[in-house]
Every structure is written in structure tokens, then in C-alpha cells.
């Protein structure tokens, strides 16, 4: 059966450039990389935009088996894109995936029955 784990991250002030140029290169020069690091933890990541009065932000979600230990291994590979990645996300964040992290994680608290898949008629 497979989870829906969803988290908000603050971007640092000043750090919203850094992290579209971040975001862009996730979805072209390290797209092979990063697809490969999602499915070895066993996940597909969904991440959103979002501007606040609070700051910018992003919503990342996981789905898979187990996304909120995926999260947790997101930085004890030692190749060089989880690397780079950590790297970024430590300047972007201030979030340093190579700890284990502290506090509890987001929890689900409501949610809906799931939608039926539509019924696709032949013609």
C-alpha cells in the first residue's frame, strides 16, 4: 500500500534564486540523478512553489511504501549528487540531511475517502 507523506520547507531569506536554479537543475542536468535517488528509496517526490507573507516556501511530497523513511535516508548516500544535493539544501533550508533529524515529523490529521478511477467507455 502506498503513503503520502507531505512536509513544508522554508526557504532561507534571500536564498529563492538559489533555489529555482536548485529546482531547474533537478529537472535537467541532475534529472537522470535525481530520479534514480527517489526510486532507490522507493519513492516518487512531488515538490510545489509557494510565496507567503511568511516567506517563500516549498511543499515536498513523497509517495511510496515508506516516504517518511525515505526522508530520513534522503542524505547517508555518499555519491556525488546526494552531495550536491545536502549541499543545497543546507544553504537553501538551513536543513542538514545528513543528520538525523530532530522532532517529529509532519502527521497526517485529515483526511477524504480516495476518488474511484473514471470509467472509460469504448466507442
Do not use: C
Not at 51 to 77: C, H, N, R, Y
Not at 113 to 118: L, Q
Amino acid at each position: 500500500m502506498t503513503k503520502l507523506f507531505a512536509m513544508a520547507i522554508p526557504i532561507l531569506a534571500g536564498k529563492t534564486e538559489q533555489w529555482k536554479t536548485f529546482s531547474n537543475d533537478l529537472k535537467t542536468k541532475y534529472r537522470k540523478e535525481f530520479n534514480a535517488s527517489r526510486k532507490s528509496l522507493g519513492v516518487q517526490e512531488r515538490t510545489f512553489f509557494q510565496s507567503t507573507p511568511m516567506g517563500d516556501m516549498i511543499i515536498v511530497t513523497l509517495q511510496g511504501e515508506d516516504p517518511q523513511g525515505a526522508f530520513q535516508k534522503f542524505g547517508e548516500k555518499t555519491d556525488e549528487f546526494t552531495k550536491w544535493f545536502t549541499s543545497q539544501t543546507k544553504e537553501i533550508h538551513g536543513i542538514d540531511l545528513t543528520q538525523k533529524q530532530s522532532g517529529k515529523l509532519p502527521e497526517l490529521v485529515v483526511e477524504t475517502e480516495a476518488i474511484e478511477e473514471p470509467v472509460h467507455l469504448l466507442k
